[in-house]
């Protein structure tokens, strides 16, 4: 803290405090109007394009690595049900909890991209009536 003194605390009444108004100079009224400054807006890409060849082979390749990891997930868990009970329900348990989280991942970003294809569709409805 500060060296100074400190003051107590002191009580007062409304009535004392003297109050006072800065002197304003009345703001000076401008006649021409500036124009307005250029916005500058990076091009978005434009969102209703459709799907692509490309979008829809990332697709297939990755549902058939997911359907064999899947497979191969699950004849692990079954070995291990196999070898002892425990081990093997622990197992399935932690897998049934790792599915769960991947959907909530994968539900959180669809849920985002529907967000942006909304923001996308406002963006183009402005852009077509401030064209008009």
């Not at 803290?1 to 100079?25: G, I, N, Y």
């Amino acid at each position: 803290m500060s060296k100074s003194k400190q003051r107590k605390p002191t009580a007062f009444r409304v009535e004392d405090v003297e109050l006072f108004e800065p002197s304003v100079s009345p703001a000076p009224i401008v006649t021409e109007t500036a124009p307005l400054p250029v916005p500058r807006v990076r091009a978005m890409p434009d969102l209703g394009r459709g799907l692509r060849w490309g979008t829809i082979l990332i697709g297939a390749l990755g549902g058939l690595v997911s359907l064999a990891a899947s497979l191969w997930l699950y004849d692990w868990a079954l070995s291990l049900i196999a070898r002892d009970d425990w081990i093997g329900w622990a197992a399935v348990g932690l897998l049934g909890l790792v599915f769960f989280a991947l959907l909530m991942i994968i539900l959180r970003e669809a849920a985002g991209l529907a967000r942006l294809g909304r923001l996308g569709k406002i963006r183009h409805e402005g852009d077509d009536a401030a064209r008009q």
